[in-house]
């Protein structure tokens, strides 16, 4: 199979890694006990390997385990105060004003907000395909059509094609970065500029729910357009990096007119007094945020070397999961590996099958090559 261009690259940067993760990584260490005091939940022996949700095993923080701890005991109390300090923080962070945010359960809720302001009958939704499909199917279920830029054979954008399909009646561009399923992005210089321009045309939805796990966050979120006065909604998970996905935290930065729309069609007061507790803690918790994109480097950098040794390419990930071609059926591929106790996702893009891999704990990794390995090897030897 062909390498890509990046490859000597990955393999020189990721060496390091991976010897930490044979080091610490594979021992289960979930904190460095010097920096944040704590354990992380351990897996259970008879349970499978939960690798398709992209889902981050190594949290919440200790810090937010606290907040949350604490918030308990108000939990007669509407949690007013709780979302008061959780929208403060959020508005120290990105540089905004409290009327630029909103508040909800996770990103999904807040997606699907933005698909019933932009959506409905004989709306017109543009993106790129394939990419994180959330607001689109909602917005189709309204009668919306979705206009789909194929990624190219790279699974890159065509930020040139999408601009030239702006028309008049289109309601919604919608972007991701970095996109899910394939773990890519676009430069911080190139989806600002596109989006300074567009978003004149049209308003721009661009979902970072990964953006923490990018080595310039900071840097490479589009919110200083929105703090330029362009039409740009960015959408915000604690699913990812903060280890939230059952806590559901997310939140939205827009111009003041649009965050009214989405209240007015979305999330209303819906998030618990100690989730939002947590979520201000963890916002501010830089040590634990290195760490978690810490850990999921050294899972990449041994999934990463699992599939060089076994001649797979892959494309390099700014996330917390890599996608890389197989040479079999997709839903053929996930039965096999899910009989071996490891769940994954499969996608089939111009006629090539994907397998996208989440990372887990040092167990579900191993269990992941070992199902690997024995699925691979049954094949060719079937072949």
């Known amino acids: 199979m062909k390498n890509f261009n990046r490859r000597s690259w990955l393999k020189a940067s990721m060496t390091a890694s991976a010897g930490l993760f044979s080091l610490g990584y594979a021992k289960g260490l979930a904190y460095e006990p010097e920096a944040i005091p704590g354990s992380v939940r351990q897996r259970k022996k008879d349970a499978y390997a939960r690798l398709s949700s992209n889902e981050n095993p190594f949290g919440p923080a200790t810090s937010a385990k606290k907040a949350i701890k604490a918030a308990i005991d108000d939990g007669f109390l509407y949690p007013r105060h709780y979302r008061d300090e959780l929208m403060e923080a959020i508005s120290q962070k990105e540089g905004v004003s409290r009327d630029h945010i909103l508040l ?6 807040l997606l699907q907000a933005g698909a019933r302001v932009f959506g409905g ?13 959330s607001l689109v199917r909602m917005a189709q279920s309204g009668g919306a059509d979705w206009i789909r830029v194929p990624l190219t054979k790279d699974l890159d954008h065509q930020l040139e094609v999408m601009e030239e ?3 008049s009646d289109l309601s919604l561009l919608y972007m991701v970065n970095p996109n899910n399923p394939t773990g890519k992005i676009l430069t911080a210089n190139e989806i600002k500029s596109f989006c300074e321009v567009v978003a004149d045309r049209v ?8 953006l923490d796990y990018m080595e310039d966050p900071a840097g490479s979120t589009v919110t200083d357009c929105i703090k330029k006065g362009k039409n740009v909604i960015v959408a915000r998970t604690f699913s990812k990096v903060h280890a939230f996905a059952g ?3 997310g939140y939205c930065v827009a111009q003041p007119e649009v965050i009214k729309m989405m209240a007015a069609e979305g999330p209303r007061n819906t ?6 507790a947590g979520a201000a803690a963890s916002l501010m918790d830089d040590s634990f945020i290195q760490y978690s994109v810490k850990k999921n480097n050294e899972g990449k950098a041994y999934i990463y070397d699992v599939l060089d040794k076994l001649g ?3 494309f390099p990930s700014h996330t917390n999961f890599i996608l890389f071609p197989i040479q079999m059926d997709g839903d053929t591929f996930k039965e096999k590996m899910m009989e071996k106790r490891v769940s994954i996702k499969t996608w089939n893009v111009a006629g090539q099958n994907y397998c996208r891999v989440s990372m887990g704990l040092a167990d579900d990794l191993q269990m992941f090559a070992d199902a690997f390995k024995a699925v691979v090897s049954t094949t060719m030897n079937r072949g």
């Open 121 to 133: 009958d004989k709306a017109k939704i543009l993106s790129a395909d394939p990419t994180y499909t």
């Open 203 to 210: 308003p721009v939805f661009v979902d970072e729910a990964y």
């Open 271 to 276: 998030l618990a007094g100690p989730s939002m």
């Open 247 to 249: 806590l559901r935290v």
């Open 165 to 167: 399909k702006v028309s």
């Open 104 to 109: 909800g359960a996770g990103s999904t809720e």
């Open 312 to 314: 797979y390419d892959y």
